[in-house]
Each structure stands twice: as structure tokens, then as C-alpha cells.
């Protein structure tokens, strides 16, 4: 049994004017056995949250709880906590094999289940035949994977990771992802793991807390928080690539609901907005956001075509089957991810191109504190559209 409990915890670095708050009022659980990512950008204060609770930092405020018990004082030992340190703390002067049963030898393990253990990590991680090698004599990924297993040979009550696999290249990236989600069942683990990458919390994580400087945005499965993002902030760093946003101004023009930018205008479907109560909010500022592969091609470029986007090609990036078409429209970039198979040839910067919005698509945040006001309607999305037009995902 291995959970874990942050309440309202606070930590700031330096003193006075000076002083800059890492971590702000964080309060999240990891239940026994789930596999909890810590997602923000840099600086988000999700390092200082991993070293306080392995007892590396110190809280201003709050408190730690491991199994119910109260941690926050406790020396990083007493914690039954695995962390992965940076590749550099490995001993230099010992083998990877002595670096990787170095805490099993601590735990005075018997010699062949240490073997066994150390053996299966290896085997893993693909480093099996390097475990004669000092660390001098592996590359930085090599390294960095010698780390983790030295991690993952220990059967802690809790794995702390923080970002162990961003300095390995995609490839086995790819793999370490798929090889973490199945240890992670295997050895029944509960863990908490840091990054910055959107795509290894969606793939890997049965809950995501979402950050921004110091603050939790949002707390909630990958596909809730992608589905259904509380705010702009969550809405924009998580998808690849990420969705877009525009300033814009809800009206009533002749009794239609209508969403302005610019020259742009999209309609909007009342019963939607009534049902986000903003069917009596005309003039509102708003911001509006839609994901790429919710943007087709439209079949007229011209002003005027029910809610079309119209602009200019600015750049286009094309990968493998689909392209990334960046369009201008009134100053704003909007990203599409378009099959290529739609786009009939390469095209050319400053082309004038129309992209078709789909009203049901589209989310709606206040403009001024960023909350979620009305969710795209996913479940009345036309399948066939979203398929046509590619995944959020991959990249
Ligand atoms: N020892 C320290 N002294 C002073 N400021 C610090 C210290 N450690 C962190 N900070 C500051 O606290 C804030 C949060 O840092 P933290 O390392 O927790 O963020 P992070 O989300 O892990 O970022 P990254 O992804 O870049 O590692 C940052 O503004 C950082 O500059």
C-alpha cells in the first residue's frame, strides 16, 4: 500500500523583493498504485514539489503524507522514496552492474535475487551487455539510463522521476514510454513523474496535475484534461500542435450569435451557448480556441463563406502523410493539421487559403482570467472530419 498526499504546500526561494514563489497553495493526491504525471512548462515549480516530497526541500507550508503518514519533517530516508538523480551522481569508479545493486546492496539483498533483479532492470532499459563498462565509458543516454535502473531495481513505496527519459533521443523515448506504463503495472508501482511533455503524460499517465508558475491549473485523466481543459493555459500546452487561439468578441448580429476577430466571423449554435449561459452575452470579450485537426480546407477562400477563416498561407510543414498549414487571418497565426491527400499539392507562402471551422469545435475562455466558458461539443463532432484532418497527438 503506497500513496501519496501534498496539502497546501508553499515554497519560496530568497527573501523580501527578491523572493520568487516556486510553489503556491499545491494540494493533490497519488493513490495507492496510480501513475500521476506533474505536467507544466519550465519553471512551473514541479522540481521543487518532487524535492520536497522526497524531503530534499523544505515547505514554508503544508504538509507531505506517504501512507497516511505524515512525512513533511522526516530525513529523505526514512521516506521509503526512489528517486532518479541526474545521470552525474552515478559512481564513477564502479561498474554499471555495481551502480545499478548498489542500493540493493544497502538493503543487504541476497546475492542472486540481486543478480535477478539487476539482470531484469537491464534487460529493459537495453543496457545489459554495457554492465562490465565504468559510467565514463557510456553515452549521456546510457548514462542517464544506468540512473534509472538504478531506480527501478529498489521496490519503493514510491518512484519520484523527474523528467528520467528527456535527454534520450525519440526512438527510445518511444520505447522507455511503453517500458514505463507496463513496469509500472508489473511491479504494482505508484508514481509521480515530472516533465514538461505533453505527449508522455497524455500516453502514460492515469492522472495528470496540470502547473503553471507554482499554481495547479487542473487536475484529471489525459482525456478529460484534453477534452475538457479548465482554462486557456491547459488548453494550449496540452495537444500537439497545440490548439489555437484568438482574441475575439461574442455579438448578437441580427439575432444570430456571432463570434468576431477582425474581418472574421464564425456563427454560433444558440442552444450551445445558452447551455454555457452565454446566450445574453453580446459584446463579450472572449478568446476562442480550436484545435488543428478540427480546421479543414475550405472549398472557397473568399470573405464571406459561412464560417470560413480566411487568410494567406505563412508557412507549411509537411510530415510524411499530412502538413502543418500555418495561416495568417487578421494577424493571428491558426495552425491546421491537413491530410495531404486534401491539399493537392504543395502550397505556396501568401496563397490566399479559406480554413472551414466547424462551430462544434470550438471552445470559448474568458479573455481576462483565462477560464474555460463553453466545451467544444466532441460528442456531436462528425468522426469522418476529425479523422480526415489527422491525430492530436502524434508528432
Ligand atoms: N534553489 C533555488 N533558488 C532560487 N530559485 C529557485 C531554486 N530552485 C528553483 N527556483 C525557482 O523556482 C521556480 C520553480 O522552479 P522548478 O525547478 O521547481 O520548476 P520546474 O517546473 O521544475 O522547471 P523545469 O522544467 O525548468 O525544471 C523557478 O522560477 C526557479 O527559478
Same mark, same amino acid.
Given at each position: ?10 515554497k ?25 504525471f ?79 533483479r ?15 563498462r565504468?559510467?565514463?565509458e ?14 527501478l ?18 526512438k527510445?523515448?518511444a ?12 511491479f ?7 516533465s ?24 484529471g485523466?489525459p ?5 475538457r ?37 464564425? *456563427?454560433?449554435? #444558440?442552444?450551445?451557448?445558452? %447551455?454555457?449561459?452565454?446566450?445574453n452575452?453580446? $459584446?463579450? +470579450? =472572449? &478568446?476562442? !480556441? ?9 472549398p472557397?477562400?473568399?470573405q ?32 491546421a ?7 493537392g499539392?504543395a ?20 479573455? *481576462?482570467?483565462? #477560464?474555460t466558458?463553453?466545451? %467544444?461539443?466532441?460528442?456531436?463532432l462528425?468522426? $469522418?472530419? +476529425? =479523422? &480526415?484532418? !489527422?491525430s492530436?497527438?502524434?508528432?
Amino acid at each position: 500500500m503506497a500513496g501519496l498526499r501534498v496539502e497546501g504546500i508553499e515554497k519560496a526561494f530568497g527573501r523580501g523583493e527578491r523572493a520568487v514563489r516556486a510553489v503556491c497553495d499545491l494540494s493533490f493526491e497519488v493513490a495507492d498504485r496510480e501513475f500521476v504525471f506533474l505536467l507544466g512548462p519550465s519553471g512551473a515549480g514541479k522540481t521543487t514539489t518532487l524535492r520536497t516530497i522526497a524531503g530534499l526541500e523544505q515547505p514554508d507550508a503544508g504538509r507531505v503524507l506517504i501512507n497516511g503518514a505524515d512525512m513533511t519533517w522526516a530525513a529523505p530516508r526514512e521516506r521509503n522514496v526512489a528517486m532518479v538523480y541526474d545521470k552525474n551522481s552515478l559512481y564513477p569508479h564502479l561498474s554499471v552492474f555495481e551502480n545499478m545493486a548498489y542500493p540493493l546492496r544497502l538493503q543487504r539483498l541476497a546475492e542472486s535475487e540481486l543478480r535477478e533483479r539487476v539482470m531484469g532492470v537491464a534487460k529493459i532499459l537495453q543496457i545489459e551487455r554495457m554492465l562490465e563498462r565504468r559510467p565514463r565509458e557510456l553515452s549521456g543516454g546510457q548514462q542517464q539510463r544506468v540512473a534509472i535502473g538504478r531506480m527501478l531495481v529498489r521496490r519503493a513505496d514510491l518512484f519520484l522521476m523527474d523528467e528520467p527519459i528527456s535527454h534520450l533521443d525519440a526512438k527510445l523515448r518511444a520505447h522507455m514510454r511503453l517500458e514505463f506504463k507496463k513496469l509500472q503495472r508489473e511491479f504494482q508501482s505508484t508514481i509521480l513523474y515530472v516533465s514538461h511533455d505533453q505527449l508522455e503524460a497524455m500516453t502514460m499517465g492515469d492522472r495528470i496535475v496540470a502547473m503553471n508558475e507554482g499554481v495547479v491549473q487542473q487536475i484529471g485523466p489525459p482525456r478529460v484534461i484534453f477534452d475538457r481543459p479548465a482554462n486557456r493555459f491547459v488548453a494550449g500546452f496540452v495537444g500537439e500542435p497545440s490548439m489555437n487561439i484568438a482574441d475575439c468578441t461574442l455579438e448578437d448580429a441580427g439575432g444570430a450569435a456571432t463570434l468576431r476577430f477582425g474581418h472574421q466571423r464564425l *456563427a454560433l449554435d #444558440r442552444d450551445w451557448l445558452d %447551455a454555457a449561459g452565454l446566450g445574453n452575452a453580446p $459584446a463579450r +470579450a =472572449l &478568446s476562442l !480556441g480550436i484545435r488543428p485537426q478540427h480546421l479543414s480546407l475550405a472549398p472557397h477562400a473568399g470573405q464571406g463563406a459561412p464560417n470560413v477563416i480566411c487568410g494567406v498561407v505563412y508557412a507549411a510543414e509537411t510530415l510524411g502523410s499530412e502538413t502543418i498549414l500555418d495561416v495568417e487571418a487578421d494577424g493571428v497565426i491558426f495552425r491546421a493539421w491537413i491530410r495531404n491527400s486534401a491539399l493537392g499539392g504543395a502550397p505556396e507562402i501568401g496563397e490566399p487559403i479559406g480554413l472551414q471551422v466547424d462551430p462544434r469545435a470550438i471552445y470559448l475562455f474568458d479573455r *481576462a482570467i483565462g #477560464r474555460t466558458l463553453a466545451y %467544444a461539443d466532441l460528442s456531436r463532432l462528425d468522426d $469522418a472530419h +476529425a =479523422l &480526415s484532418s !489527422g491525430s492530436p497527438l502524434i508528432h
